[in-house]
Nanobody
């Protein structure tokens, strides 16, 4: 089985910075896309940023120029560096990954982390 473990959430003042990390562990053959989603109170979950195996990236318009997604393939870990944070960035942030596994047979499966709270407030 595969698990995603997130860390780095917390409380930060407007204009501050925070870095999230997510490490995958288990019966992993390789990881395709890794991504960060977020869900603010009363809103739908939305894609924040994604990164494929070649390290090409994609960002939501609301975070372009402020957030940076990166990955360390040797550690099966994805990061989200968040700068110039505003109250609108307050949400639960979720890690997501498409992972090739070999448990009984080889298969590509999608996994979610448990979520980590990010609160931007003065």
């Amino acid at each position: 089985q595969v698990q995603l473990v997130e860390s780095g959430g917390g409380l930060v003042q407007p204009g501050g910075s925070l870095t999230l990390s997510c490490a995958a562990s288990g019966s992993i053959l390789s990881i395709n896309t890794m991504a960060w989603y977020r869900q603010a109170p009363g809103k739908e979950r939305e894609l924040v940023a994604s990164i494929i195996s070649s390290r090409s990236t994609n960002y939501a318009d609301s975070v372009k120029g402020r957030f940076t997604i990166s990955r360390d393939n040797a550690k099966n870990t994805v990061y989200l560096q968040m700068n110039s944070l505003t109250p609108a960035d307050t949400a639960v942030y979720y890690c997501n990954a498409d992972i090739w596994t070999m448990i009984v047979t080889q298969s590509l499966r999608n996994y979610w982390g448990q979520g980590t709270q990010v609160t931007v407030s003065s």
